[in-house]
């Protein structure tokens, strides 16, 4: 096989992980990936979504050469992940899903052992500036904030300039400003052109990161493609607005009796009392509200039609199982 | 093994240079764990300044006077070969199973670091340990106590040293191996050397003990280690004080403990079904 043609960095096709059952009274074994097929471009940002057991972590580690595969083709820039070796990990980089990071060392000490072993690594002090560390570089590891000690993770998976960074699940845990600058960095570093193949739970994570989204469920892609065209295809609009306080309880058994009756989408009702129309005709769905509201001489302040979330579409693939 | 396109022309770093790191990284490693530094350096010399204390003025050995011995040469070497066993298994049995567990062993084997450097430093630094404990004990032995070092036995205690300290090293690496988690590992690493060294002319001599406390401690390798390092400070023994037999059975064990060890050796927590998966990729990239 020729290995100096241009080729994704990332081809599976098949693959499928059994693990033996630890409960031993159950028969055989547990299937974790099953005939999965995948291809991350090159400068691409892949995301995996999918619940936990999904699949997504044993998939990932299949890729990152932790784990063997039981049968199934990968290839991850050009090699086999099993046997790849030293060549390959020092073409990629790895931000497990346990950082494992060791706390008794600074941020600087971590990263200076750690870039050691690779042929032409990053400086330390340039990745404290990627990471935004700068004055923490002395301080133990042990010591930092869940999302700073996330932060030496990914310091560590980029210090060796990889083309190619896993990540799995990296902002699990974190607040939402700590959430939206980890996704800064990310994109900043896809935007130098390495490729990112990340798994998440968090929807908004991979509709802000990716280029595109594969969903996963019991081991297999249930749906893939971009953010945009998932909500497309599996998502539509909702219009959605609140009912007045003082008579919420009575009207919601009125609306899902006549605004049900002329939509096109399914009404749905909140605890809260709001209602929300999943709809793929969003104009005359509208109208229909409108019209009932101005009939009724209702006002309703919070009327809006919103664009479906990756979220939506995510609940909508799973309903369907 | 073949390489795709975009190959930098960068070199690999070396591998003693990369030794000597992960050496030092060890080390500091080490330094910064109070716990470790308690159980490995400061248990033995404790050690070392009570039993002095209290048997200093005696004398062991069995049979007649010319056969006895100063307790202060007894217990100077047993608490060395102690303090050497403590730095190797003891140590590694400990801190390997902790890495394990923190994800760390994991982490280090997603770079392209070789798996056998990264053992090899954490191996080599406790090895380094035992010595600076050895060299501690005896400089405390020769100031304190008046420890006699008889030139003509040096070659052989270095050897017994070098033998014992390989095999107890070996033999915690296949107790981190074996073991499944950091607690259970601590656990067994102590619940095993301290009785033992009970039974193993460390603490006390067990010339004249009932037979079967002398045949638990003829079974396991501390005692033979203890008494071979012993023998080379014992002024009643005439020569070089060789012990082959000796120091074949520690060996013996080592070896065990080394097969034990590569052969069962985890880079992730159990239960998390990575057991052994790179092992050809290891042995492929250790150039």
């Not at chain 1, 609009?237 to 008579?247: D, M």
């Not at chain 2, 053992?119 to 406790?126: D, F, K, P, Q």
Request: hydrophobic share 45%.
């Amino acid at each position: 096989m020729s290995v100096s043609e241009p080729m994704s960095p990332i081809v599976v096709r098949g693959l499928r992980k059994e693990y033996r059952s630890k409960d031993s009274s159950a028969s055989g074994t547990v299937v974790a990936v099953d005939g999965l097929d995948l291809d991350v471009a090159a400068g691409e940002v892949y995301a995996l979504l999918g619940h936990n057991g999904a699949g997504k972590t044993t998939a990932i580690e299949i890729l990152e050469g932790h784990r063997m595969r039981t049968s199934g083709e990968v290839k991850v820039l050009g090699v086999d992940p099993g046997d790849g070796g030293r060549d390959l990990r020092d073409r990629i980089g790895v931000v497990l899903q346990t950082s494992g990071v060791e706390p008794e060392l600074s941020v600087a000490e971590v990263l200076e052992i750690a870039r050691r072993s690779y042929r032409s690594p990053r400086s330390t002090s340039e990745v404290i500036d990627v990471i935004g560390l700068n004055d923490k570089a002395d301080q133990r590891v042990g010591s930092l904030s869940g999302g700073q000690a996330r932060r030496v993770a990914l310091g560590l998976g980029i210090i060796g300039r990889p083309e190619l960074l896993f990540l799995d699940e990296p902002t699990t845990g974190f607040d939402p400003v700590a959430r939206r600058s980890f996704w800064d960095l990310i994109s900043r570093l896809a935007a130098e052109g390495t490729t990112v193949l990340l798994t998440t739970h968090y929807l908004d994570e991979a509709e802000h990161l990716a280029d595109r989204v594969g969903v996963m469920a019991d081991g297999r892609l249930i749906a893939e493609g971009t953010p945009a065209d998932l909500i497309r295809s599996f998502g539509g609009s909702t219009v959605r607005f609140s009912l007045p306080e003082s008579e919420a309880v009575t009207w919601s058994e009125v609306l899902q009796g006549e605004i049900a009756a002329q939509v096109s989408g399914t009404v749905t009702v909140t605890a809260s009392g709001r209602v929300e129309i999943s709809s793929s005709s969003p104009t005359s769905d509208l109208s229909v509200v409108t019209a009932w509201a101005v009939s009724r001489r209702v006002e309703l302040p919070d009327l809006e039609v919103v664009r479906s979330s990756l979220e939506d579409v995510f609940i909508r693939l799973g309903q369907d199982r | 093994m073949m390489r795709s396109t975009g190959e930098t022309e960068a070199r690999w770093p070396g591998s003693a240079g990369l030794l000597l790191a992960q050496t030092g990284y060890q080390l500091k490693l080490f330094y910064r764990v109070p716990a470790a530094m308690f159980f490995t350096l400061a248990l033995p010399l404790v050690m070392l300044i009570l039993l002095n204390a209290v048997f200093g003025s005696d004398t062991v050995g069995e049979g007649s006077e010319s056969q006895m011995w100063p307790t202060r040469q007894f217990y100077t070497a047993g608490l060395a070969v102690f303090a050497a066993v403590t730095a190797t298994y003891t140590n590694l049995a400990n801190m390997i199973p902790i890495r394990r567990d923190e994800g760390v062993l994991k982490r280090w084997r997603s770079t392209p670091l070789p798996t056998w450097i990264y053992v090899g430093g954490a191996i080599c630094s406790s090895v380094i340990l035992a010595a600076f404990n050895v060299i501690v004990m005896l400089t405390l032995g020769v100031v304190a106590y008046g420890l006699e070092i008889d030139a003509v036995k040096i070659p052989a205690a270095i050897v017994t040293l070098a033998v014992g300290i390989a095999s107890f090293a070996a033999l915690g690496m296949a107790v981190a191996a074996v073991v499944p988690t950091a607690s259970a590992a601590s656990a067994v690493a102590n619940a095993t050397v301290l009785p033992l060294a009970f039974v193993s002319n460390v603490f006390l001599s067990v010339d004249g003990a009932p037979r079967w406390v002398q045949l638990l401690g003829d079974a396991f390798p501390l005692k033979a280690f203890a008494s071979a390092f012993q023998d080379t400070f014992n002024p009643t023994i005439a020569g070089a004080a060789w012990a082959p037999g000796r120091l074949g059975f520690i060996a013996l064990w080592g070896v065990v403990g080394a097969v034990v060890a590569v052969t069962q050796f985890r880079w992730e927590p159990s239960g998390s079904g990575g057991r052994r998966s790179r092992r050809r990729s290891a042995a492929e990239s250790s150039d």
